[in-house]
């Protein structure tokens, strides 16, 4: 079993719908919690950060972190076209960089 | 110019193949890492490395040698390539100042088809 489980999708919404995508996991002892975006054919880029339990909210996007469910979401609220991407969660139990991802999301906003 | 680039962007190559991916940064950060992707598999890390003295194997070493030639440069070599080493690969950067190395830097990636 996996560390970190993402449901591969794809999900497809209409454009100004709300996207909502998760991660669960099964090692207690992560603590830095991370959203990162990948567009087609790019790497992927940071888009979100929390660490330890809680909510942070960014403009259009919000991530929450239940440690007690090991379950973690982001939601992008008013979705646009240019939201379409592969969204992967990313997890690690320090900050020394070994991360744990999940296998990412696609996510394809219609207009 | 971007900040971390890869080198080639593609290759195809046969079995038992020696073969070099590149990676060069110019962020100035002393962590770099080398990780792999495959469909359903997400990113997996194969060697990391904390500066120019200090090489970590991560999840998936075997198969893959690395090396740190320069702060600036680090590179992936598979000795013998073997099909199930098509994927594509990603070289990432992350600051060594405490509480930073969750935000890491990718290249563009190298797709690498081993025939």
């Known amino acids: 079993q996996k560390e970190v489980e993402q449901d591969p999708g794809p999900l497809s919404v209409p454009e100004g719908a709300i996207v909502s995508l998760n991660c669960t996991y099964s090692?207690?002892?992560?603590?830095?919690f991370m959203w990162y975006r990948q567009y087609s054919r790019k790497g992927p880029e940071l888009l979100m950060y929390t660490y330890s339990s809680g909510n942070k909210e960014d403009g259009r996007f919000t991530a929450q972190v239940d440690k007690s469910s090991k379950y973690i979401s982001l939601f992008i609220r008013d979705s646009q076209p240019s939201d379409s991407a592969t969204y992967l969660c990313a997890m690690e139990t320090d900050s020394w960089g070994k991360l744990q991802f999940g296998a990412g999301t696609q996510v394809v906003v219609t207009p | 110019d971007a900040d971390v680039t890869q080198t080639p962007r593609n290759r195809i190559t046969k079995t038992g193949k020696r073969i070099m991916l590149e990676c060069s940064q110019t962020k100035g950060h002393d962590r770099m890492y080398w990780y792999r992707q495959d469909p359903g598999l997400g990113l997996r890390l194969i060697y990391y490395?904390?500066?120019?003295?200090?090489?970590n194997k991560g999840e998936i070493s075997d198969g893959y040698s690395v090396s740190r030639q320069a702060q600036a440069k680090f590179s992936l070599s598979l000795e013998s390539a073997i099909p199930n080493q098509t994927a594509l690969y990603f070289c990432?950067?992350?600051?060594?100042?405490?509480?930073?190395?969750?935000?890491?830097?990718f290249g563009p990636g190298t797709r690498l088809t081993v025939l």
């Open positions: 490395s904390f500066d120019v003295k200090d090489i």
């Open positions: 090692n207690s002892a992560f603590q830095y």
């Open positions: 990432a950067t992350s600051d060594a100042k405490e509480g930073l190395s969750y935000e890491q830097f």
